[in-house]
Every structure is written in structure tokens, then in C-alpha cells.
């Protein structure tokens, strides 16, 4: 029971990232911004990649070539719908690291704010654009090489029959909803000095809640324009749930 308490209090920092944001319109406008740029971006790339799924997944099938018709067709088009299904999830987990990345001040900015309007901001850990920059590129491809390490397996579990179209779903959601919530929660995180290796044993330690605000915010990433949309709404809550829970000031 306490762990599913936990898990809706993920769920709860989330809509109070969202209550903020709607009291705070301009700074969700100002938020939009850096989203936008990388959504369109994503867009392009996801475009692409359907369009060649044809190629692709007869590329990875080369020993289906002999087969009948019917099955080779069947094979090729699961292995092409796994192929978009894998670059979907890639994109809702690495478009959070890339759109931080990228809108570093204004998302920096924004939960600055947020946590202003709670009391006292944590300070004396800031660094210059210069290198803050870098080691958030650095943190973003070693929390990459995590998300490969499961989605990896994960992609050849979803050919296997019933296992790959049911637990392969909500495995692949749990993995990539963890390590949202590792992005979203490092800028609240690193104002108080905390190091990578620090906020992932933070974060294990908690879980349930983070497992609670990372699922939603990748279900709601999902659908198209909700990411570029909920993306400030989910800055913000990261930095409650950090303020609230996590390492409260």
C-alpha cells in the first residue's frame, strides 16, 4: 500500500507542475519554446524513419526472402512496427535529455521560478553556461546508455509471441518512465550540489514516486504536441517533487 501511495504521489507532483504553469502562463510560453524547436526536429526524423520501414525491416529480415508470400509480408511488416514502435520510445525518453539540453536556460530559468514561489531557492552550485552545458550532454548519453541497456533486450522480447505485445508494453514504460524522471528532476537536483551517481540513488531510493511522475509524463509524450506542450509542466513538477520529497531545502 505504501508503495502505491508513493506512486500516485509521482503522479500528483506532475499535476502540480501542471497547476503551476497554468497560474503562470507567460513562463509556460517561455517554456514552449525550446520544445517546439526539438519537436519539430523528432518529427522530421520519426517522418523519415516510416517512411523507410519497408527497406529497414527487410534489411533485418534477410532469411525470410524465401518464404511464402503471405509470411514473409507478415514478418516484415511486425518486424516494421516494432522497428517505429523501438524509435518512438527512443524519442519520448531522449527527447527530454535534447529539449534540456538545448533550452538549458530557459528550463533553468523556469525552475528557478518554480521553486521561488515555495520559499528559498538553493544556491551557491551554479555554474557557467559554458560548463553546465557540457556535463548536461555528458549526464544526458550516460543516462542514454542505461535506457539502451534495457530497451535493447526489450526490442527482441517484443517478437516473442503474447509476451512481446503485453509485459513488453508496460516494462518498456516503467524503464522509460524512470529515466524521464532522472532528466526532469536534475536541474532541481544539481541546484543543490548533487552529483549524477547521488540523484540515481536518490531516485532508486524513491522509486515508486519516481515510477509514478515519469509513466504519465511518457504516456502523455506519446501522443503528438503533448510532449512540446506538457514539457514545462513537467520541468515544473520535477522541481516540486524535488523540493517536496526528494531533498527538501
Not at 523519415?48 to 527487410?58: H, I, R, Y
Not at 533550452?103 to 530559468?109: H, Q
Not at 553556461?129 to 539502451?148: A, C, E, H, M
Not at 503533448?226 to 531533498?247: F, H, S, T
Amino acid at each position: 500500500m505504501g508503495h502505491f501511495r508513493s506512486f500516485t504521489d509521482g503522479i500528483g507532483f506532475f499535476l502540480q507542475g501542471v497547476r503551476w504553469v497554468a497560474r503562470n502562463p507567460r513562463w509556460w510560453l517561455f517554456g514552449l519554446i525550446p520544445a517546439l524547436i526539438v519537436f519539430v526536429l523528432y518529427a522530421v526524423a520519426l517522418y523519415f524513419l516510416g517512411t523507410n520501414l519497408g527497406g529497414l525491416a527487410e534489411w533485418a529480415t534477410p532469411f525470410a526472402s524465401g518464404w511464402g508470400e503471405a509470411a514473409r509480408k507478415t514478418l516484415r511488416a511486425l518486424v516494421g512496427v516494432v522497428i517505429f514502435g523501438t524509435g518512438l520510445v527512443l524519442s519520448v525518453v531522449t527527447f527530454t535529455a535534447v529539449t534540456l539540453i538545448v533550452g538549458e536556460p530557459f528550463y533553468e530559468k523556469l525552475s528557478e521560478k518554480v521553486e521561488e514561489t515555495y520559499g528559498e531557492v538553493p544556491s551557491g552550485h551554479e555554474l557557467p553556461l559554458w560548463k553546465s552545458i557540457p556535463r548536461s550532454v555528458k549526464d544526458s548519453l550516460i543516462t542514454l546508455g542505461y535506457v539502451l541497456l534495457f530497451t535493447v533486450p526489450l526490442f527482441f522480447l517484443g517478437f516473442v509471441p503474447v509476451i512481446g505485445q503485453t509485459v513488453v508494453p508496460v516494462l518498456g514504460a516503467l524503464v522509460s518512465g524512470f529515466f524521464l524522471t532522472v532528466e526532469l528532476t536534475t536541474l532541481a537536483m544539481e541546484r543543490r550540489g548533487m552529483a549524477r551517481k547521488n540523484r540515481f540513488a536518490l531516485l532508486r531510493r524513491n522509486k515508486a514516486s519516481a515510477l509514478g511522475f515519469g509513466v504519465l509524463v511518457f504516456l502523455l509524450f506519446l501522443i503528438p504536441l503533448v510532449a512540446v506542450v506538457a514539457m514545462p509542466a513537467a520541468v515544473a513538477g520535477g522541481a516540486i517533487m524535488v523540493r517536496a520529497k526528494l531533498a527538501p531545502v
